[in-house]
């Protein structure tokens, strides 16, 4: 090759392992770590369908309402990447659909790696499930390419991972290809030199580069063979720097060399206790070392932290995880807290834990250049201010009892607000963009009670008023008492305005009259009447 | 002058100042008492801290100083709209607002009063540690709402208040206060758009009414709170109610000002 000409003495012989359908694989790992009932933190439908799925019925992942994976028994049916979500249960009635998760993908890819590192090291991630390591150490040091290969599927099969395939060639790009060929042998050898040769027969969409490919095809270039008998000289002067790139790659010149990963720092830390203990600032107190530690190791990382997950471990058994996030960055005794608040609930620190607490561990969830968080030169002024002042309420008070409120969609004063715990990432279910029908009309009340008050109203005769099926009064409001003590009589309403949420689910529908009612002083209140009672949702005052 | 002189030394021998002037209604001394007793306050107003925070001009014409003074506290008798007009101008200008113990704040109606959600910070619950977390909460933020359960004890009082005067934070309190520099209260609420069964609630007229510690009279005004559109202001027709000669010299032309404010802010 002209181009690599001096420092590039041909392609190194490459390992590349590739799990076939890993995200696959990933699902079903992290959904049977759920369905153990070990970790709370996957919602209940999680583990509803982790039942439901076992490891060879027909499951997809759905991304943008396209599938984006399927496992080999749902490809029996027909189901392929690419299908819309209707079409894809049409032609496979049982299959379990999941949301596509890449988070996922990486996060179960990792133990892999680490397992791959303890076989051979220098591992480069290709994508999650693919990865590459140069083949001439571990060739050497078990004795040949093949045995070398043996030797990862073997690991790979200890952590359960099967049908894993391995290809050995000059670059990761023919390695990969020769990974992926269709054989019945888990592992593929192409010869050194031989590249060019074993990539002759293969499409020319296997490039990746769509658009390039569809112009070879116009041009009567179907295989990476044809292509590769094309001049390197005119190849780059009709489609340019990538075009020659691809056209080394079809020649078995792959110039990419595996770069190993650089293996993370281990930064969560974790304190035992023995004997366990039973007392919560007893383990608050345990932890100050615990927390002093995870900080010091982040200073030296030159990181920061905004996000941690505290996992607990009780005598019993019982594991509790939950994550906490800061606005600005963690605090050793902003760790501690968020220990005593997880073991708190809404208790109070003298309180004891129903299980006594064996291990506490902190993982730093994000992490952050300590460059970006450092203080100006005159401070970062009120807010940090600000945020010193609340954390100080919320170590009085608990976590929960400092809020700040977003305003969400919904129909009820209760649905719209949103309290969200002071340095927590609001989480607004229902979007405030849609219309909502049936919110109530402006202005909105000053007053909203957290839990509607019991309250009275009663027509002229003294009856109380009640509303049928249709929607019509028993009779009209002439006395109301907001407070169920004192009755007021009635000098202006309105009403009713009737919502009827959700009627298709017994458990979160509602159906409720809401009534504005002004007494005689001119102060106004919003009544409800639900089920045949009447409540005091908000006041206008 | 020597009118004046006598005055003064009636003042000073009663102590209190309204029992004197009441004594002397209907004379041309009257309007002398009240110009000395608008003297004396601005004069003694000069020696405590002055500094004002944004306030409503519809409100702040009623306050005694002109405006929500820092490092004060003042009594807001139960209306939640009238809170939230009080704070919405300190918060448009960039203040912290904090609420303690008021777990019905309506924060819809907060958010459409001008209140910036992201620089309001609720407590709801401070349970038994109210006053703690009041004094922390106004350590830090410029404005906090309280309600102080049953009633506060008269040292927690005045710790509280020693607090604000150091750190210059407003406290709005609702319910009665015993240091407040004035009360707020409303009456005469007419509320518009609702009729026997028909219509809705869209606009209430309210005749706010400022009682300050000073003395003097109390000065009122009548209020859109809120109008059609969710602001506050001032009801156009210069009918307003008892509001004070002393006030209307110093103000010449409010009426006018605030009209023209919130013209250009619609």
């Known amino acids: ?259 190993p990963r650089v293996v993370p720092e281990e930064l969560d830390s974790s304190a035992g206790f023995e004997p366990p203990l039973d007392r919560i600032d007893q383990v608050a107190f345990g932890c100050r070392a615990l927390a002093d530690r995870f900080i010091e190791q982040l200073i030296r990382a030159k990181l920061v932290c905004t996000s941690i997950r505290i996992e607990v471990e009780s005598e019993s058994g019982e594991f509790s995880e939950r994550s906490w996030l800061h ?61 010193h002042g609340l954390s100080r309420v919320q170590s009085m008070l608990g976590h929960g009892a400092v809020v700040t409120a977003v305003v969400g969609g919904g129909r009820t004063l209760g649905d719209r607000r949103n309290l969200v715990a002071w340095g927590d990432r609001p989480a607004v279910t229902k979007s405030t963009a849609e219309p909502w029908p049936g919110q109530l009309p402006t202005p909105s009340p000053g007053t909203v009670f957290e839990v509607a008050q019991p309250a009275m109203v009663i027509d002229a005769a003294g009856v109380a008023v009640d509303i049928d099926d249709r929607g019509t009064l028993s009779g009209l409001p002439a006395q109301f008492s907001p407070d169920g003590r004192t009755l007021r009589s009635v000098s202006a309403w309105a009403g009713p305005w009737t919502i009827d949420e959700r009627w298709w689910d017994a458990d979160t529908s509602r159906r409720a009259s809401r009534f504005q009612l002004v007494d005689e002083t001119g102060a106004a209140w919003l009544l409800v009447l639900e089920n045949h009672e009447w409540g005091t949702e908000a006041r206008y005052d | 002058m020597s009118v004046a002189i006598d005055i003064f030394e009636c003042m000073f021998e009663y102590g209190e100042m309204s029992p004197a002037a009441a004594t002397l209604d209907a004379s041309p001394t009257r309007s002398t008492v009240e110009e000395l007793q608008a003297r004396i306050r601005q004069m003694q107003a000069t020696t405590l801290d002055t500094r004002t925070i944004p306030t409503h001009p519809a409100i702040a014409r009623l306050l005694p100083g002109g405006g929500l003074k820092q490092g004060v506290a003042y009594s807001v008798d139960h209306s939640s709209s009238l809170l939230m007009a009080l704070l919405a101008g300190p918060s448009a200008a960039g203040s912290w607002c904090g609420v303690v113990g008021v777990p019905e704040f309506g924060v819809e109606a907060a958010e459409h009063f001008g209140i910036d959600l992201e620089r309001l910070v609720l407590v709801p619950h401070p349970g038994e540690q109210w006053l703690g977390v009041t004094a922390a909460i106004a350590d830090v933020l410029g404005v906090v709402v309280t309600r102080p359960p049953q009633r506060a004890s008269d040292s927690s009082v005045s710790r509280l208040t020693a607090r604000l005067r150091q750190r210059g934070a407003t406290l709005l309190v609702l319910g009665p206060w015993p240091q407040s520099e004035a009360m707020l209260s409303l009456s005469e609420s007419n509320w518009s758009g609702i009729g026997q069964g028909s219509g809705h609630l869209s606009a209430r007229q309210v005749t706010v009414t400022v009682s300050s510690r000073a003395g003097g009279r109390p000065r009122s005004a009548r209020l859109w709170l809120p109008d059609p559109h969710e602001r506050f202001r001032e009801v156009e027709r210069p009918g307003l109610v008892g509001v004070s000669r002393v006030q209307n010299d110093t103000y010449p032309g409010t009426v006018h000002e605030v009209h023209g404010f919130h013209e250009a802010a619609g």
Not at chain 1, 80 to 87: A, D
Not at chain 1, 333 to 361: E, H, K, M, N, Y
Not at chain 1, 364 to 373: F, K, L, R, T
Request: hydrophobic fraction near 40%; charged fraction near 25%.
């Open chain 1, 1 to 259: 090759m002209r181009r690599v000409g001096s420092g590039f003495a041909g392609p190194e012989r490459t390992i590349v392992l590739w799990c076939p359908d890993w995200p696959i694989t990933a699902a079903l790992r992290s959904l049977s770590a759920s369905g153990t009932g070990l970790r709370a933190s996957f919602p209940a439908s999680r583990s509803a369908i982790a039942r439901a799925v076992g490891p060879d019925s027909p499951l997809a992942l759905i991304d943008a309402g396209l599938v984006f994976a399927c496992s080999a028994s749902a490809r029996r049916d027909g189901v392929k990447r690419g299908l819309r979500v209707r079409e894809a249960q049409a032609r496979c009635p049982d299959l379990a659909v999941l949301d596509y998760d890449s988070a996922v993908d990486i996060r179960l890819f990792e133990p892999v790696l680490e397992a791959i590192e303890q076989t051979m090291p220098g591992v480069q991630v290709l994508r999650p499930g693919t990865c590459a390591v140069r083949a001439r150490g571990p060739a050497r040091y078990y004795g040949g390419e093949e045995e070398a290969a043996l030797w990862l599927l073997d690991a790979l099969d200890a952590l359960g991972i099967h049908g894993a395939r391995v290809g050995i060639a000059d670059g990761p790009f023919t390695a990969e290809h020769a990974a992926r060929s269709p054989q019945r042998q888990r592992i593929r050898i192409v010869p050194e030199g031989g590249s060019a040769v074993f990539l002759s027969e293969m499409p020319v969409g296997l490039l990746g580069e769509p658009s390039l490919a569809t112009l070879l095809r116009r041009l009567g270039i179907r295989t990476l063979g044809e292509f590769a008998r094309l001049d390197a000289a005119d190849v780059e002067a009709r489609f340019g720097e990538s075009g020659a790139r691809v056209h080394a790659l079809a020649n078995g010149l792959d110039s990419r060399s595996v770069v």
């Open chain 1, 327 to 387: 606005p600005r960055s963690f605090t050793a005794a902003d760790v501690v807290d968020r220990v005593r608040w997880q073991l708190q609930g809404s208790g109070s620190i003298d309180s004891g834990v129903s299980s006594r607490i064996t291990s506490v561990r902190v993982v730093p969830e994000s992490v952050d250049a300590i460059g970006n968080h450092e203080e100006g030169l005159w401070g970062t002024g009120l807010d940090e201010r600000v945020h």
